[in-house]
């Protein structure tokens, strides 16, 4: 018997096994970090769902119209609906785009209840039930590319709805020259909410 074929070929074999071992390895990490396994490893040692859902779960998007105000105030407008947490529906069926704040979007005709813009134009909802009229206030341009009117929306107390969701941290900035005269201000209301964990800027 030849000793050294036999040597030579037993180095083979554990090459091989080691071979197909590490690939093996790798594949499986590509795809436990790919989210292609029903599970993952916390960073608390723990096994935990991949966290990518299979499916989206939506449903049909209500109509978040709003009650009509008790009685008008003078120089404000009725706001019929909110569209989503930038964008509002006033009298006349006319679309005002918040100038100076940017939302999470949301679907035309179906959402997420869970997704973050949703809640945020949930709560723009809420701010606007109690007494749903604004005061408009404009920048430099009227008018978006699409129509909207651009507009600073005052609540009846007073209040910058603008500035109201930048503080809470519902929306994130977004200054779109020649329309920025408050941009100092909001950029500091925004980094006021992210120290704080507020909004979008929790966790």
Not at 5 to 12: I, K
Not at 120 to 125: E, L
Not at 169 to 192: D, W, Y
Request: aromatic share 8%.
């Amino acid at each position: 018997m030849d000793l050294r074929f036999s040597t030579r070929g037993s180095l083979n074999t554990r090459f091989s096994i080691a071979l197909v071992l590490f690939l093996a390895l790798g594949a499986c990490g590509w795809l436990l970090s790919n989210g292609y396994f029903p599970f993952r490893l916390r960073s608390d040692g723990l096994y935990a769902g991949s966290g990518k859902s299979t499916a989206e779960v939506t449903v049909e998007k209500p109509r978040l119209e709003l009650p009509a105000p008790a009685s008008a105030r003078s120089g404000h407008v009725r706001v019929l609906r909110v569209v989503d947490g930038d964008t509002l529906v006033i009298i006349g069926d006319e679309r005002v785009r918040l100038i100076g704040v940017n939302c999470d979007e949301i679907g035309h005709e179906r959402i997420d209840e869970n997704s973050a813009g949703w809640k945020q134009a949930q709560w723009v909802y809420e701010q606007l039930k109690p007494d749903a009229q604004v005061r408009l206030v404009y920048d430099k341009e009227r008018l978006d590319k699409y129509e909207r009117t651009l507009a600073y929306a005052y609540l009846p107390d007073g209040t910058m709805l603008n500035e109201l969701l930048l503080k809470e941290g519902m929306a994130r900035v977004m200054s779109i020259s020649p329309n920025t005269k408050h941009a100092k201000k909001f950029a500091a209301l925004e980094q006021e909410a992210r120290r704080a964990g507020k909004g979008v800027w929790a966790n």
